[in-house]
């Protein structure tokens, strides 16, 4: 690990005055510090905004809710008016990694993770993620890359918190000294690889994650979000699937099925939601909108069993945001 400075800051104007000469935010750190020791990243300076304390809370608006960007996964997890109402954003936080790492770990930094894939995260590998020419994954290890939306680079979006806000239509806000805020949609937040390899979201080096905010639900909203890995208990997902439905009786008015693992950047199904729009949710519907999910896709030489199981993973959350099923038992986490 290479030498550093650290400034501890107290205040948002603070993080943000510090912010220049290649310095780097550290929230809980858990993804940071592990890149440091790998070598994959040498900050000359680390900013400190843990004790921000305008980042933290969850507070409920006229709007919907606004989520600082310090409160930890833990914290949503076992938010009483997230579990009563937004039980996607819940299950997503409440599967991630340990409990050890829940509660260090925030939905700032959660959502601004680089991919995991092995290549990128060693320093072994100059991969076109870090501004090279090659991708190693194409022809190399790839069980856990992506099946679809991929050119450039198949690592899969790891943030799961991500699949859960994208399925609530939440907004992002981004606070820089001299831009002020600017809000965006967190569908506009992710850079797909094609476009720029070495970015994975549009947030700039003078600019810090400082709140979600989720608008308010439509009457009748149910949700649920499953997350499948080779462990039963913690792990990275290898597919995982994020559902909301507005409800009429059994009637879905409106579905969003948001996938992550399945692509570079957290994917809407547009096709599985129109399976479900205008049409009762029961076994039936539901597999075929698993089905429906998997348009266009193009495994590679060792992630073909993800054809298989984002399907299953879709339909049995779906059921289980409809109340027609419990938690699948194999899910992880």
């Known amino acids: 690990m290479n030498s550093f400075a650290v400034a501890d800051c107290t205040t948002v104007d603070a993080a943000l005055s510090q912010l220049k000469d290649g310095a780097v935010i550290k929230a809980g750190g858990v993804d940071l510090l592990a890149r440091m020791k790998n070598g994959t990243i040498q900050p000359s300076k680390l900013v400190n905004i843990r004790n921000v304390s305008s980042l933290r809370g969850i507070h ?121 805020k600017r809000t965006l949609a967190i569908k506009d937040f992710y850079v797909q690889p094609d476009a720029n390899p070495t970015k994975f979201s549009v947030i700039q080096p003078d600019e810090l994650l400082t709140a979600v905010t989720i608008p308010k639900l439509a009457p009748g909203t149910r949700s649920a979000y499953q997350k499948y890995g080779e462990k039963e208990s913690f792990d990275w997902a290898i597919a995982d699937a994020g559902v909301v439905l507005e409800m009429d009786g059994n009637v879905c008015r409106k579905a969003v099925i948001t996938m992550g693992a399945a692509s570079p950047v957290v994917r809407r199904s547009s096709e599985a939601e129109a399976v479900l729009t205008g049409k009762p949710i029961n076994e039936e519907t539901a597999r075929a909108a698993g089905k429906a999910a998997m348009t266009n896709v193009q495994p590679l030489s060792m992630n073909a069993y993800k054809v298989e199981l984002f399907p299953v993973a879709i339909y049995r959350t779906i059921l289980l945001a409809a109340g027609q099923m419990d938690r699948d038992p194999s899910a992880a986490g």
């Open 60 to 180: 409920e608006t006229e709007n919907g809710l606004s989520v600082g960007a310090l409160a930890t996964l833990g914290e949503i997890s076992d938010h009483p008016l997230i579990r009563e109402k937004y039980q996607i954003l819940s299950d997503a936080c409440g599967h991630a990694a340990t409990p050890h790492i829940r509660n260090m770990a925030t939905v700032g930094g959660n959502l601004l993770q680089p991919v995991q894939c092995w290549y990128y995260r060693s320093a072994d590998f100059q991969c076109i993620r870090k501004g090279k020419e090659f991708c190693f994954a194409i022809t190399g290890l790839n069980q856990y890359h992506a099946i679809m939306d991929y050119g450039t680079c198949p690592a899969v979006a790891p943030s799961s918190a991500a699949v859960a806000l994208l399925g609530l239509n939440a907004s992002i806000e981004l606070t820089s000294a001299k831009n002020g």
